[in-house]
């Protein structure tokens, strides 16, 4: 493969034919012939194993414990394959964890290529595929709880955690450190590039299982690394890097505006030439770029330079990921988000910041991600070695350009004013730079906590209780201050727990639970058993109907059970379990906002007064009231609830009430560099809505809600549906390559009750535009029709138009789809729909009629109408 700097890649070794893993496997088992047979296996893929992952294969077959401690890019994962195929081979059951769903996805489906799909299942708390397999892929808290709800008695025989480090996390760490504690028969595999001094948890680790603990450390890189500090712009940094030809560069930002940002800023700089633009031109072909930040990214990567976040819809990252392994991106601008796995091949690491905002405060990187960062520059089998550069902080640069520019006359360096840090800037430079990178990954720090739902399950797991609990608080890594604090907070939940019943101590101290547990108890959404309680308290059939008034008037749940409309109210009881998608809570609330000082401005309320008012004014919470009281009432028998929080919110109801299609809705809440996120809680949400509402609960228009979004997040991003559905048959995906392009989403047509509601969310647009009286919107949208004269006959008749949940309902449309047509696939035709407008008196005398165009729809991937009268019957 040649890049398009013109480096060339060494065609790598193929020898015929290719073993598989399984077929080799040892029986009897033993561990010499394992070894013999892995080597085999590793052979026939031309491979040869690095004398650490030599050293690592045979402590593991060996059936000691092995911490992996060794540099990216020395063939960890192929350690954690060993580990896995000698458990198969004996006949037991492994685990691999790791710290995100994208990773143990991206695991399973590399497992189920060399395992095959029967030995391979996964569970993340929202999918769980093939779980009685001998091998399991899952997140660290799934694998943490089974430990406390099952003990020793679970049914584990190995543990692979892969980005140990994690361990160390103030918020996560417990559920690297549970298994540890709660499993003392299980080998363990605990690999990550930068863990520090372990030597505690070596020592504990022996003394637990009694079995020995082999520490593989202090390996040199394959790929060694060059460090540079440098004092220049960034753009002449990145024009000097590519002239040496150590591209691919991914410059690192600790934000994701700074990394679009800094994109924009080097698209004028010539990455690549002519015949490197035709490339990634030919590669990209059909690939669409449907929303505004796609169009951005577009000419970002057709002139060489890729942008990788967290906040961009899953498609344009594998593309930009697909393009940089292909040797077509020359510049990649991201966040220290590829310190996390992230499947990148990149040269080198230009970081542009030692200091970073970490959700609370600024402060400096630690060693260990100063190296998780760094140590994604080289590519073993392509590069010789890997390039990291710091650049000073722009102070700096800014300071010594100035000293150039005045050369050697003293007076002209008299008289330069230093330019300061800027305000709340955490001092750092060259000093700090040569520290980090001498600096050895600081010492995991434990951070165990108890929570009711941990208790819960330790009682779950019967036996000698007071003893199990006990060992929990006082036998794991904390020093005994903080194990008293941790004692204490387990003495006050179990109390909790005997007051509200759900504990009970019968005779000679016996401690059990008076309720039944589900068997995934705190794996999967912790707030559904809240959901479908509070569901439960919803009227199917108190529907709006046309004409009814009023309906809406209680959507915060005061005084009454619902709005109006039991589809949305379980919509938005759902939404409550969900994690925030905080930047749409905040752009919510900032419009919600604007929009109040406008109005109070135009009612003459003072200053001091509008600022008061405005502090009462927060992102919608439909339902808020119900879903409190329901939630105090739920704990009072469930009080483990009271571990997670309970967040109303409006994101799927919000889009859906305002008739908007993905697009319109990121570009209303200005929301362009987190369009992915959006669309993660919209298919979570999806998800959530889909396996969480019992069948019974569903109504018709439910059901309609469902599948109109499923279809949304299909027709934006395929990959978050398909993905889901794909691990029904993992074989089929683990065994294609992905194109650059991927394949189009199923015909939005062909879903006729999605797209139904997508044709009457088109239509109902118009309902909300009119009853404002938004005549140049309405324009805009059907440049054919006469919309101003329209309204003023209809006001000549009414004063207002409905747009209230009676006003939306289905029996207000009608569909004539007679002249729809499908052939091999494609649609023709059209579809007349009617809406009728509900008007105060319900006289229901008006109608807005349209065509619907199916060609065009399918298409575009959404309901392609015109209007062509509005008229009054």
Request: with cysteine; charged share 25%; net charge negative.
């Amino acid at each position: 493969m040649t890049s398009v700097d013109g480096t060339s890649a060494p065609a790598p070794a193929t020898p015929e034919p290719k073993l598989g893993l399984v077929t080799l496997l040892p029986d009897p088992y033993d561990a010499d012939s394992m070894f013999e047979a892995f080597e085999l296996w590793t052979t026939s893929r031309g491979i040869t194993m690095y004398p650490a992952q030599e050293e690592a294969v045979m402590e593991l077959v060996s059936e000691a414990h092995v911490i992996l401690s060794t540099p990216t890019g020395t063939g960890k994962s192929l350690v954690a394959i060993a580990a896995h195929a000698a458990c198969l081979a004996q006949g037991g059951r492994s685990y691999y964890t790791a710290p995100i769903k994208a990773l143990v996805s991206e695991k399973f489906f590399a497992l189920v290529e060399i395992f095959g799909a029967a030995n391979v299942g996964m569970v993340t708390g929202d999918s769980s595929v093939n779980p009685d397999a001998p091998i399991i892929c899952c997140t660290a808290e799934i694998l943490a709880n089974l430990a406390l709800r099952q003990g020793s008695d679970a049914d584990v025989d190995q543990v692979v955690m892969d980005e140990f480090h994690y361990y160390g996390d103030p918020d996560r760490g417990w559920a690297w450190q549970l298994p540890l504690l709660m499993l003392p028969d299980v080998q363990f595999l605990l690999m990550s590039a930068t863990l520090g001094d372990v030597t505690e948890i070596v020592e504990d680790l022996e003394r637990r299982t009694q079995r020995d603990v082999s520490l593989v450390t202090g390996v040199e890189r394959p790929v060694p690394l060059d460090f540079s500090y440098v004092v220049a712009p960034t753009h002449e940094t990145v024009e000097k890097l590519v002239e040496e030809r150590k591209t691919p560069i991914y410059i690192v930002h600790f934000s994701q505006a700074a990394a679009i940002e800094r994109a924009q800023a080097l698209s004028s700089l010539k990455v690549v030439d002519r015949a490197g633009r035709d490339a990634i031109a030919d590669a990209i072909g059909g690939f669409r770029f449907t929303t505004a930040f796609g169009k951005v990214l577009s000419r970002y990567v057709r002139a060489g330079i890729g942008v990788h976040h967290a906040g961009m819809l899953p498609r344009y990252r594998r593309l930009v990921e697909t393009l940089a392994q292909k040797g077509l991106l020359r510049v990649i601008c991201g966040t220290d988000t590829l310190g996390v796995g992230i499947n990148v091949p990149i040269r080198t690491v230009l970081i542009t910041a030692l200091a970073k905002f970490d959700g609370q405060r600024m402060r400096h990187l630690s060693a260990r991600e100063f190296h998780q960062i760094a140590g994604r520059a080289g590519r073993a089998g392509y590069d010789t070695a890997g390039t990291v550069v710091v650049e000073a902080p722009e102070h700096e640069i800014e300071n010594a350009a100035a000293v150039r520019k005045a050369g050697d006359d003293e007076k002209k360096r008299k008289r330069i004013v230093k330019k300061k840090a800027p305000q709340g800037f955490v001092s750092w430079g060259e000093k700090s730079f040569e520290k980090l990178v001498s600096a050895e990954p600081e010492p995991l720090t434990s951070h165990m906590h108890i929570t009711a739902s941990m208790i819960i399950n330790v009682i779950a797991r019967g036996g000698d209780v007071f003893g199990n609990a006990k060992k929990l608080v006082y036998d794991n890594h904390e020093k005994p201050a903080r194990q008293r604090e941790l004692a204490l907070r387990a003495i006050g939940i179990f109390r909790t727990l005997v007051t509200a019943g759900i504990v009970e101590i019968g005779r000679q101290g016996r401690i059990t639970l008076t309720v039944d547990l589900q068997a995934n108890f705190a794996l999967n959404q912790p707030l559904s058993p809240f959901a479908l309680a509070a569901i439960e308290l919803l009227d199917p059939d108190a529907e709006a109907a046309p004409g009814d008034r009023g309906s809406e008037e209680n959507t915060s749940g005061e005084g009454a059970v619902g709005s109006g409309h039991y589809a949305l109210d379980v919509v938005s009881i759902i939404e409550s379990t969900l994690d925030d998608p905080r930047p749409v809570l905040s752009q919510q609330q900032f419009k919600a906002r604007g929009e109040a000082v406008a109005q109070m401005k135009a009612d003459g309320i003072e200053y001091e007064e509008r600022m008061e008012r405005l502090e009462e004014i927060t992102h919608p919470k439909p339902l808020e009231g119900l879903l409190a009281q329901s939630f105090e009432l739920f704990a009072q028998h469930e009080p483990w609830v009271r571990d997670f929080e309970l967040s109303p919110k409006s994101v799927v109801r919000d889009m859906f009430e305002r008739a908007m299609s993905f697009a319109e809705y990121v570009n209303f809440y200005q929301l362009m560099r987190s369009e992915g996120l959006v669309l993660r809680y919209l298919s979570d949400a999806y998800k959530a809505t889909r396996q969480t509402v019992p069948d019974e609960a569903k109504t018709e228009e439910l059901l309609d809600i469902i599948e109109w979004l499923g279809e949304l997040v299909r027709q934006v991003d395929s990959s978050l549906i398909d993905e889901w559905a794909s691990l029904v048959d993992p074989e089929q995906q683990a065994a294609s390559d992905e194109p650059v392009v991927p394949p189009a989403p199923p015909s939005v047509v062909g879903n006729r009750r999605a797209f139904t509601v997508l044709v009457r969310n088109e239509m109902f647009r118009r309902v909300q535009l009119a009853a404002l009286q938004r005549d140049e919107a309405l324009a805009e949208l059907d440049p054919d029709v006469d919309w101003s004269k329209a309204l003023d006959d209809y006001f000549d008749d009414h004063d207002t138009m409905g747009v209230d949940a009676a006003a939306r309902s289905p029996k207000l449309l009608t569909i004539d789809d007679s002249e729809g047509r499908q052939s091999g696939g494609l649609w023709s035709g059209m579809w007349h729909v009617e809406q009728i407008i509900d008007d105060p008196a319900g006289d229901h005398d008006w109608r807005i009629r349209a065509d619907v165009d199916l060609a065009e729809s399918h298409e575009a991937g959404e309901a392609v109408l015109r209007v062509t009268e509005v008229t009054r019957l």
